[in-house]
């Protein structure tokens, strides 16, 4: 019943942290018992140095959006998959720290995570017939009659109970005929109907578009932290943004910080450092820093709640 992106498959990364996310377990026993299995991520993937990408991926012109379905605003949702973690990196636990695996907006933009091009954030338009079969297709796998279940156990196909701790939570949103934004919730992908709910997170996590375009966010989610030296020679890049940022986060060298980057600042991050996703590693007055960059889909604003979790001092 676990997908390709449940807890049994994980992509080790932010080696600069020293994190290392735990193998899945699960007991399968005539009387339930917990095992710790580690969540999947919402974006996990390895550090990058800007020294290391010779050309970085720019992001190509988009169609422009042909239309909105079912008068609906262009930014409302249709279709998303996303995350929300149990055991992970701290920065996930935030609802600015992850970005949904996959988005269709009303105006037809698709916004997923390829984990074949290391994770990037991509993006491609469709038209409002693409759109719409996209979303017809999923209901009819069958997400009407998918239930939350948010108990850390369930039952396996034999009938006997399974109990996995630390686990992840999928949220699905799927927009209903009568206009209605329906959600589920499923811890450890449990589900009471697998076949449907396996079909349906394949057909999301696994998506791809042909004429898909490196994601360029309006605004972004900056983490940043104080980072060891590097175990190898290297010659990472000049910090690209404020050294105010840096000097918050090492003010609080256990946690370091986060920033809302606005417009101007999201585009000089993607034009300099050519990367929309991943932990990536600078030089600033000879001192080594983390910089997690997590792009906002279209609409989104979480200028105060990172200003609330992370004020600056």
């Not at 959006?65 to 149990?86: F, K, N, R």
């Not at 959600?183 to 449990?190: L, M, P």
């Not at 001192?287 to 004020?311: C, H, R, Y």
């Amino acid at each position: 019943m676990f997908t390709k992106f449940s807890i049994h498959k994980f992509v080790f990364g932010f080696l600069a942290l020293l994190i290392l996310i735990l193998a899945a377990c699960t007991l399968t026993v005539p009387v339930p018992q917990i095992t710790a299995a580690p969540t999947k991520p919402a974006n996990t993937a390895a550090p990058i140095k800007p020294a290391d990408t010779a050309a970085p991926t720019q992001a190509a012109h988009t169609e422009t959006p042909a239309g909105v379905l079912s008068g609906l605003a262009p930014e409302e949702i249709l279709i998303q998959l996303t995350y929300e973690p149990g055991f992970s990196l701290p920065e996930y636990r935030f609802s600015f720290g992850r970005t949904p695996y996959f988005t269709l907006l009303a105006d037809g933009r698709v916004i997923y995570i390829d984990e074949n091009q290391d994770f990037k954030v991509m993006q491609a338009q469709l038209s409002q017939d693409e759109a719409a079969a996209l979303l017809q297709q999923v209901r009819d796998l069958g997400f009407e009659h998918l239930e939350s279940h948010t108990d850390m156990c369930g039952m396996m196909a034999d009938g006997s109970e399974t109990c996995v701790a630390d686990a992840s939570t999928s949220v699905m949103l799927v927009r209903m005929e009568d206009g209605s934004l329906r959600e589920i919730r499923n811890y450890a992908n449990f589900s009471n109907g697998p076949v449907a709910y396996e079909a349906i997170s394949n057909l999301l996590n696994d998506y791809a578009h042909p004429k898909a375009a490196i994601y360029v966010p309006h605004a972004a989610t900056l983490f940043v932290r104080i980072a060891p030296p590097p175990e190898e020679p290297s010659s990472p890049a000049e910090w690209p943004l404020d050294p105010a940022y840096v000097k918050r986060a090492q003010a609080n060298p256990d946690q370091g910080t986060a920033v809302a980057l606005n417009t101007e600042e999201t585009a000089k991050w993607m034009k300099e450092v050519g990367v929309n996703s991943g932990s990536v590693t600078f030089l600033l007055d000879g001192q080594n820093v983390s910089g997690m960059f997590v792009p906002w889909l279209p609409g989104d604003d979480f200028t105060k709640e990172i200003a609330a979790e992370f004020p600056v001092q």
